[in-house]
């Protein structure tokens, strides 16, 4: 944490701008805070919500690629979030689906090398975030319609279930933030709901994990 704040205070800005931290540093930030707090969610699950027996089949193993994938995107996403609200992105091309009239805009390569437009350039960095949100939610989609047609028990359908309904709310609500210029409530509730949306996708993560047999 005091790595990232110290960024913003290595180069005295004038005395009208705003102290800026590296947005480098604030995704790193960002993702270790979240791996610890889904590893604590984990361990958790683990001693207050035993996994339930499961029926074996191969729908069951596609069900199980799925859903650590998710758990993957969603993470990923979040933290290319990072990156949009470190370089301000979101405070540009304030309109959904497309970018100012265009799909994919004119400035998204701009820099040099190319792979420094990932990173530093807020129109890429902003594209790549709708496309990754876009993404993990129709990756969503696929697992909770898969596990409709596996018989789960109750406590994993409704795992199923939130996370679909969250995957929802959390695009909604980040559309929303685009075209609001970004305020602050709805940019803490869009924060919030990446971590809702995580947690719901372990605790899936979790109901369909095999069972070690005891020595």
């Not at 791996?35 to 074996?56: E, K, N, R, V």
């Not at 370089?87 to 100012?100: Q, T």
Request: hydrophobic share 45%; with cysteine.
């Amino acid at each position: 944490g005091w790595w990232m704040v110290k960024s913003g205070l290595e180069e005295k800005p004038q005395p009208d701008d705003v102290p800026r931290v590296s947005q480098y540093r604030l995704a790193a930030h960002l993702g270790t805070a979240v791996i610890l707090y889904a590893s604590m969610l984990y361990t958790t699950l683990g001693i207050l919500a035993p996994p339930q027996p499961l029926a074996s089949g191969p729908k069951l193993g596609r069900l199980r690629g799925l859903t650590h994938g998710t758990v993957a995107m969603t993470f990923i996403t979040a933290l290319s979030g990072a990156f949009v609200a470190g370089l301000d992105a979101g405070l540009i091309y304030n309109s959904f689906p497309k970018m100012a009239e265009q799909w994919i805009p004119d400035d998204i390569m701009t820099m040099s090398p190319r792979l420094k437009n990932l990173f530093e350039n807020p129109t890429t960095v902003q594209f790549d975030h709708r496309l990754l949100g876009s993404s993990t939610l129709v990756f969503i989609l696929g697992t909770w319609m898969l596990a409709r047609g596996v018989g789960l028990p109750r406590r994993a359908r409704l795992a199923a279930n939130c996370m679909a309904g969250m995957a929802f709310v959390q695009v909604g609500l980040g559309i929303s933030t685009l075209l609001y210029y970004v305020p602050t409530h709805l940019a803490a509730a869009h924060q919030s709901g990446s971590l809702a949306l995580l947690s719901f996708a372990i605790w899936l993560m979790h109901e369909l994990r095999k069972k070690i047999p005891k020595m």
